[in-house]
């Protein structure tokens, strides 16, 4: 299964941009998607992650300011990012698990978001 990711970018400081996850399988939904990212020297970590039950979880740090969506039947994810700050310039990389079996994970390549003025 093949993940891309599309909408990153360079914006201000206070702007926003809106990342779109496909996934190559439609047969088969994901029982989790997500985002995660990694900026430069640091690990990766989870900024958003949703179930196939709907339920949602957000780091701490973006709550408030990030919304994630998904359409099940298509197994795509959206993560809608507002009030963008320097701080959260990384790597965002979607993620998906469990549609074949619990121990499934899939990540895209990534795509480069940076807010700077």
């Known amino acids: 299964v093949q993940l891309v990711e599309s909408g990153g970018g360079l914006v201000e400081p206070g702007g926003s941009l809106r990342l779109s996850c496909v996934a190559s399988e439609s047969r088969f939904s994901f029982v989790g998607m997500g985002w995660y990212r990694q900026a430069p020297g640091k690990q990766r970590e989870l900024v958003a992650e949703?179930?196939?039950?709907?339920?949602?979880n957000y780091s701490d740090s973006v709550k408030g300011r990030f919304t994630i969506s998904r359409e099940n039947a298509e197994n795509t994810v959206y993560l809608q990012m507002n009030d963008l700050k320097p701080e959260g310039k990384a790597v965002y990389y979607c993620?998906?698990?469990?549609?074949?079996?619990?121990?499934?994970?899939?990540w895209g390549p990534g795509t480069q978001v940076t807010a700077t003025s």
């Open positions: 949703t179930t196939s039950s709907g339920s949602i």
């Open positions: 993620n998906g698990r469990g549609i074949f079996s619990m121990g499934d994970d899939y």
